[in-house]
């Protein structure tokens, strides 16, 4: 077949006759139109408005507009006492409320002088894992629906579902739970609870193999993200990427190995990163391959906790929290590991209030984000929704 | 015993970042402030602030590559507005130094970083939108959480509600 030059020409229709092509028209205008997807769209994973510029199928620009659901989540803080905090926190990334919460708790505990049971450490960690879990599932689950396959929402949804019920059991509410508190815990685990855990993850290292011989080896699922959205590492980072999405570029970084809190130096995990063997690296599909990774990796860290726990004998889980949380004058700025990247705090105390002078949350979602203007260029429009899927945003984070 | 340990190993590796800075800037920038918690200095003249973070992301010892945070403040005794920033060697030098950055409260501006770090761009524009500094050279200063019509900045100190928006009762 005969090659057309057709640089310059515009935008031409052709025709082929046997062996050589021809130009019916040339310099055929297109016109650019504007395409608003969302606020209210379900690939957008809740209200978030995606303005783009489109031209036929191809997107030129796509500009998010967020702030749908701004509740001065900072502001709140600058007029609650240092404890009233950790609800709130809870509804920043609500599919991850206890990671929120120890972010939260591990940021004010820096300034604070003060030292924790290690039993608690333990529970934290355990709950956290448990929680990285389940919204890895929705993000998971979430995804495939974006792309057209159902079977796994429901598989993990149904998964996700004892997740939130040892939660609930544990602490009392099913996602804002107001369970890791600074200093402590509100209560210790229930009975039996660490029982019912080690069951649970017995239960779910084969469901985990299933989900991934659904998604991750499902020719539509791999045909719609490989090489779909790539981003280079050097780039991911300038952009301040965090979680499985820097991951997915290939940086072996994880605040729990690299910035280590609580417990995590004792326990034995690996940080996984895609080898590009099965995805090109940075694309929608190493994103997505992280978290499927980091589930198993979770199931290990919790087994591992299950072990090592010191016993509840004597244990008050509120027995390190101070009577009036007032922390010495100065700043810091704290963060953890969550599900969708770093969630950092930074806390301004003054020395006498028992509230924080300033309260800034970083949100991971936000940041990841950022990078969307770029990440979208020249993408179709159905590799957009691909794209934002493998962001994962929970927009009660990015608004905050 | 062997946290404490770690902790001031990283303030050294901060401090040793911050003489770098110090010895090309001198007086641009304030003296070090060695806390264990979040180690820090301040860029004394603004104008240079651009400059200075692209020394620190390029100079070879220093290779703040990642900005992990940008958070605004109020200081209403000072009559001033500030931005701290928390840089970090992701994944090089591991090595991580604050930054702060005062403008006058009513009218100052901060020259932006955005052409340094990418992620500064939402950044400033959150604290633009909520404290109300501008950013010169940002390439498009505008609200991002707050709607674009909207009074006042909420983070200040001394922001009072608007009454009504678009008709509707805004303090309930």
């Not at chain 2, 806390?35 to 602030?49: A, I, K, Q, R, Y």
């Amino acid at each position: 077949m005969q090659e057309l030059d057709t640089a310059g020409l515009g935008s031409v229709r052709v025709t082929r006759q046997s062996d050589t092509v021809v130009i019916l028209e040339k310099d055929l205008a297109t016109e650019q139109m504007v395409l608003a997807m969302g606020p209210q769209h379900p690939s957008t994973h809740g209200v978030l408005k995606l303005e783009c510029l489109t031209d036929g199928e191809v997107i030129t620009q796509a500009e998010p507009y967020l702030g749908y659901l701004h509740r001065c989540f900072e502001k709140c803080c600058e007029n609650v006492d240092y404890p009233a905090v950790v609800p709130y926190t809870d509804r920043l990334d609500y599919l991850a409320g206890m990671n929120s919460e120890f972010s939260y708790a591990i940021t004010v505990e820096k300034l604070l002088d003060i030292e924790i049971p290690r039993r608690v450490e333990f529970i934290r960690v355990i709950v956290a894992e448990l929680n990285r879990i389940a919204s890895h599932l929705v993000a998971i689950g979430t995804y495939g629906i974006d792309l057209g396959a159902f079977t796994p929402f429901l598989f993990c949804f149904r998964d996700r579902e004892i997740i939130l019920g040892l939660l609930e059991w544990a602490s009392g509410a099913r996602m804002l739970y107001n369970y890791i508190w600074v200093g402590g815990l509100a209560y210790d685990v229930p009975t039996d609870f660490l029982k019912r855990v080690k069951e649970f993850v017995t239960y779910f290292r084969p469901k985990a193999r299933e989900l991934s011989e659904l998604l991750t080896e499902n020719e539509i699922f791999v045909k719609r993200t490989l090489g779909i959205g790539i981003m280079p590492a050097d780039v991911a980072i300038n952009y301040g990427w965090s979680g499985p999405m820097l991951r997915g570029s290939g940086v072996k970084w994880d605040l729990r190995r690299n910035d280590p809190y609580s417990i995590y130096p004792e326990l034995d995990f690996k940080v996984p990163v895609p080898d590009g063997k099965l995805s090109v690296i940075g694309d929608c599909l190493s994103r997505h391959l992280v978290r499927a990774w980091e589930m198993d990796e979770s199931l290990k860290i919790i087994e591992q906790c299950i072990d090592k726990m010191p016993s509840a004998e004597g244990f008050n889980p509120r027995s390190a929290i101070p009577k009036r949380i007032r922390p010495k004058a100065g700043e810091v700025y704290g963060r953890a590991e969550n599900p969708r990247g770093e969630l950092g705090f930074y806390i301004e105390s003054d020395g006498k209030s028992t509230k924080p002078l300033r309260c800034k949350a970083r949100s991971s979602c936000f940041v990841n984000l950022s990078a969307m203007k770029d990440l979208s260029k020249g993408q179709l429009i159905p590799d957009l929704v691909a794209i934002i899927g493998s962001i994962d945003i929970v927009l009660g984070e990015v608004d905050r | 015993m062997e946290e404490g340990k770690n902790i001031s190993q990283s303030l050294q590796e901060s401090a040793a970042a911050y003489s770098i800075i110090h010895e090309k800037f001198g007086s641009a920038i304030s003296d070090f402030d060695a806390n264990e918690t979040m180690p820090f200095f301040e860029v004394v003249d603004t104008s240079l602030w651009t400059e200075i973070a692209l020394f620190m992301r390029e100079h070879p010892k220093l290779q703040f590559n990642y900005m992990a945070c940008l958070t605004g403040v109020d200081y209403p005794a000072e009559e001033k507005l500030g931005i701290i920033c928390n840089f970090e060697s992701l994944a090089l030098l591991n090595h991580k130094l604050a930054v702060k950055v005062k403008c006058a409260r009513n009218g100052g501006s901060i020259p932006s970083v955005a052409c340094v770090w990418h992620t500064a761009n939402w950044h400033e524009r959150e604290a633009y939108d909520m404290f109300g500094m501008l950013f010169t050279g940002h390439p498009e200063l505008k609200r991002i959480l707050c709607p674009d019509d909207w009074e006042g900045y909420p983070l200040r100190k001394d922001y009072k509600v608007q009454d009504q928006y678009h008709g509707i009762k805004v303090p309930y």
